[in-house]
C-alpha cells in the first residue's frame, strides 16, 4: 500500500513536471504574442480616435469665432462643418479594425476634415481683428495641439501594427498563427497623406480682400468658448 502511494505520488510529480516544461516552452515560442500584441495595437488605434474626436469638438467654437468676423468665408465654413459631419458619422472600432474598406473610409474623412480646417485657417489671415482675438487665438493654439497628438498616436499606432503583423509571419509566431489564431488577420496601417493631417501652416503677413479693410469694425463676434 505504501509502494503505491509513492508511485502515484512520484507520477503526479512527474506530470505537473511535465506540464509546467510544457507551459515554459510554449511561452518561449510567444504562443501569447499574438493576443498580446493585437490589443497593443487595438490600444493604439483607440489613441488616434480620442485625438480625432478632440479635434472634431474644438471645431464647432472655431467656426463660431470666425463666422461672427468673417461671414463673407461662408463656403469655406460650409465646408468645415459638413466635413467634420461626415467625419464623425464615419466609426472603426477595435472590432471592425481589421476591415480594409471601412478603414480607408475613415481615413478619406479625417483627411477631408483636416484640409478643410486647413483652408478654414489659412482663409482667417485675412482678418487682422479675427486674428487679435483672443478665443480664436485659443482655439488655433489648441488646434494646433492636437494636430501634433495626432500625428503621434498615428506614428505610435502604425508602429504597434507593424510589430503585430510582423509577428503574424516570423517564425515561431507564425505557427501560432496558422493553428491557435488562424482567424487573425494583419491590421492596416494608417496611410493618410501628411499634408492632410499635418498642423496647419498660417501666416499672418497677406493683405485683406476688398471690404475687410484693417481696423474695420468687426461684426459681433459669438461668446468665447468654455474651457
Not at 511561452?27 to 497593443?40: F, L, Q, R, V, Y
Not at 476591415?99 to 476634415?113: I, R
Request: glycine share 6%.
Amino acid at each position: 500500500m505504501g509502494m503505491r502511494l509513492v508511485t502515484t505520488s512520484k507520477t503526479f510529480m512527474t506530470r505537473a513536471l511535465v506540464i509546467g516544461a510544457v507551459g515554459v516552452s510554449l511561452s518561449g515560442c510567444g504562443i501569447n504574442a499574438i493576443p498580446t500584441k493585437e490589443e497593443a495595437a487595438k490600444a493604439r488605434w483607440a489613441d488616434v480616435q480620442s485625438d480625432y474626436q478632440r479635434r472634431a469638438d474644438l471645431i464647432p467654437n472655431l467656426v463660431a469665432t470666425v463666422k461672427g468676423y468673417a461671414t463673407q468665408e461662408r463656403t469655406v465654413l460650409d465646408e468645415v462643418t459638413q466635413a467634420r459631419a461626415s467625419a464623425t458619422q464615419v466609426h472603426v472600432d477595435a472590432s471592425t479594425l481589421n476591415n480594409p474598406a471601412a478603414f480607408q473610409k475613415y481615413q478619406q474623412a479625417q483627411g477631408q476634415l483636416g484640409g478643410a480646417l486647413s483652408r478654414l485657417l489659412v482663409a482667417s489671415e485675412h482678418y487682422p481683428d479675427l486674428k487679435s482675438n483672443t478665443n480664436f487665438l485659443a482655439l488655433q493654439s489648441q488646434l494646433e495641439g492636437t494636430e501634433n497628438r495626432i500625428a503621434i498616436a498615428r506614428r505610435d499606432y502604425n508602429a504597434a501594427v507593424q510589430d503585430y503583423n510582423t509577428t503574424l509571419r516570423v517564425f515561431p509566431t507564425s505557427i501560432w498563427a496558422s493553428t491557435l489564431y488562424s482567424k487573425e488577420q494583419p491590421l492596416p496601417l494608417f496611410t493618410a497623406s501628411e499634408s492632410a493631417q499635418s498642423a496647419p501652416t498660417v501666416s499672418f503677413d497677406s493683405a485683406p480682400p476688398p471690404g475687410a479693410a484693417p481696423g474695420s469694425p468687426p461684426p459681433a463676434a459669438p461668446a468665447p468658448a468654455k474651457p
